[in-house]
Each structure stands twice: as C-alpha cells, then as structure tokens.
C-alpha cells in the first residue's frame, strides 16, 4: 500500500513530532491485529521504527481514481501509474504514550 502525502497531512504529523518516513516505518512494520478499522473507516496502526520509535499512525483507504493528481509528487504519480492498489491518506500520526509502549511491546514480544 502506497501512502498519500500532501502539505497538510505532512504538517499535521509534524505537529506531533512525526516525520513522514516514520510514519510509513511504522505502517509497514504493523503486524496483526493491525490496520483495523474504526469509525469512518480510519484504520489505526501501532509500529516500530528501525530507530526505536512507537508511531501510532490513522489512515483512510483511498482508491487510486479518487486521488486529484494535480496533489501528488512526481514520485508519487509515477507510483500512482504503476500500482492498482488503494493509496493510504495518512490524517494523524503520533508518538505511542509510555502505556501503550509498554502493551506494545508486551503483546509482540519485543525488548527495547
């Protein structure tokens, strides 16, 4: 899965310390039960980054056709052209609180 990347999703995460590549980091390290879906179809992720971060990232699914391509980067269209897959619209990202850390790493098992 593609994720989607405009001004205002790229801000908003930074808003919360996140930066976009730890934000895909976490996305793409999920496992099991994760995505699920919640309300209105946000799909929360809990991950873990390479660098030891705990990125709670929300997305929502958006089909390739709905995407404006006059909004993407050029690596971003090309991606678009190449895949059939939906694009991940990212709408919040944050760093996991000391509690949900803690859960994290007890439920897979991972050791800091």
């Given at each position: 899965?593609?994720?989607?990347?405009?001004?205002?999703?790229t801000q908003?995460?930074?808003?919360?310390?996140?930066h976009?590549?730890?934000?895909?980091?976490g996305?793409?390290?999920?496992?099991p039960p994760?995505?699920?879906?919640?309300?209105d179809?946000?799909?929360?992720?809990?991950?873990?980054?390479?660098?030891?971060?705990?990125?709670?990232?929300?997305?929502?699914?958006?089909?390739t056709?709905s995407?404006?391509p006059?909004?993407l980067?050029?690596?971003?269209l090309l991606e678009?052209?190449?895949?059939?897959?939906?694009?991940a619209?990212i709408?919040h990202?944050?760093e996991?609180?000391?509690a949900?850390k803690?859960?994290?790493?007890?439920?897979?098992?991972?050791v800091?």
């Amino acid at each position: 899965m593609s994720l989607f990347w405009n001004k205002w999703n790229t801000q908003h995460i930074a808003k919360h310390g996140i930066h976009p590549r730890e934000a895909e980091e976490g996305v793409g390290s999920a496992r099991p039960p994760f995505p699920q879906t919640i309300r209105d179809g946000r799909q929360p992720v809990l991950g873990r980054t390479a660098q030891g971060r705990y990125p709670q990232v929300i997305f929502v699914t958006k089909e390739t056709e709905s995407i404006d391509p006059r909004l993407l980067a050029y690596d971003q269209l090309l991606e678009l052209a190449d895949s059939d897959e939906p694009f991940a619209n990212i709408i919040h990202a944050r760093e996991m609180t000391p509690a949900e850390k803690h859960r994290f790493r007890r439920r897979f098992k991972l050791v800091d």
